[in-house]
């Protein structure tokens, strides 16, 4: 149970028993002794774990694999990805086809999963990526394939379906970030702000040379990549935009040469990436904070054999997700408080034995936390603090 609905609960439940009883009490006669105030609640246990629920997702055809997770309001969350799509093995392993499946994007309204047209983009697509910048306003980005190709695929929801949006010329990639009303498109050409119906150019091109692993944009001049040196691997680099000029920023290698999949910047002195360490058995997390002078390691807390997934809420609370080790049914979650990262126990996910967090996303206006994973026996599990 979590700490909302202990108080909740605790607070409902002595109303009910005054009123239950039916009971009128009169004032003491002056000279009786006044009873003794009512016991306060116990306060809930700070060691609790945390209360999961197990949101049941829409039937989608076999083969489907949720990539996607965003939350603007209780009424508006989100989840992204495809559908039906088919393997067919070839004569020798790994020369098999992929016939691409059909895109899936649905909102949860408060109550129950709804379907809207997406449009250009009917069948053979997956939309890896939705973002919100407002319960209206929805981006979704991922794929369109094309009979020997494919090309990014860009779209907004505009109150009852999606509708496509131009890419900037050339663009062979599109990757969106929201943040408030602003969202930012990372592309070809760098990376670009959507100002009225056009996209303005913010900066150019960071890893024209090295493969890019993550990216987090706080305004046009406050911008983090991470990456590696070269396309095969290399040193781990993180460059920064001043609204001028990308610059490398001294870095600690991460252990193990792990790639940081996920960086939010909170200041111009805070940030945080997550990662994993595959060269240790088991796997490790990863964690690096930069200082307003220098990215340096952090000792994870102890339990977790992966860190993929770092968010802020709209309080300025971090919370990061990956995988438990020892309790693999219960999610690997992580919180910072006052500067030190610690693990925040959870219930597991109902009737699994695994789950793999992929995607977290935090409630505007109630903190609630919804989270998106694998598991071992079917397919995404959707869990909730609700």
Partial sequence: MDLRTFLRRAGAGAGACALGAGLLLAAPPASATAPAAPAAPAAPDPAAPLELGSVGLPWFWPNNYLDGLAAASPDSIWISGVQGELVVPGPIPGTGKTIPGNPVVRRWTGDRWVEYDIGGLPRRGRITGVHTAGPEDVWINGTRYLDDSSEPYVARFTGSAFTEVELPEGSRSAGLQAAGENVWLLSTGGIYRRTGDAWTHVAPRAFPDGQLTAMHVRADDDIWIMGTSDRYGGDVVARHFDGRDWRDVPIEQP?????????????????????????TSPATPVLSRWDGASWTNVAPPAGLNSLGEIVAGPDGTVWALGHSL???????LLRLDGGTWRRVRTTAA???????????????????????????????MVLTTR
């Fill in 255 to 279: 252990p193990g040469g792990a790639w940081l999949t996920g960086v939010v910047a909170l200041s111009p002195t805070e940030a945080w990436a997550v990662g994993t360490n595959y060269d």
């Fill in 326 to 332: 020892n309790e693999p049914a219960e999610p690997g």
């Fill in 350 to 380: 109902p009737n699994r034995s695994n789950f793999n967090g992929q995607a977290l996303a935090v409630v505007p206006g109630t903190g609630d936390l919804w989270m998106l994973g694998d598991v071992n026996i079917g397919g995404p």
